[in-house]
């Protein structure tokens, strides 16, 4: 779980600030996510290939682009 501590003279903006950086870098939100609905094994496959399809077509335009 995030937690910070507000510093003395810190105003409230920035402790938000800081509490919304550290939740992004704990990928709380994505864990949420995830956890939010059901997916049978089947379709968490077919979700995963598709995601390796992707990253695998972004590293081969990104090898011919340099």
Avoid at 19 to 44: A, N, T, W
């Amino acid at each position: 779980m995030a937690e910070i501590r507000i510093q003395e003279g810190e105003s409230l903006e920035g402790a938000l600030r800081r509490f919304k950086r550290k939740v992004q870098q704990q990928d709380i939100i994505k864990e949420i996510k995830k956890h939010s609905y059901y997916l049978k094994p089947g379709e968490k496959r077919r979700i995963k290939a598709a995601l390796a399809r992707k990253r695998a077509r972004k590293k081969m335009r990104r090898e011919f682009a340099g």
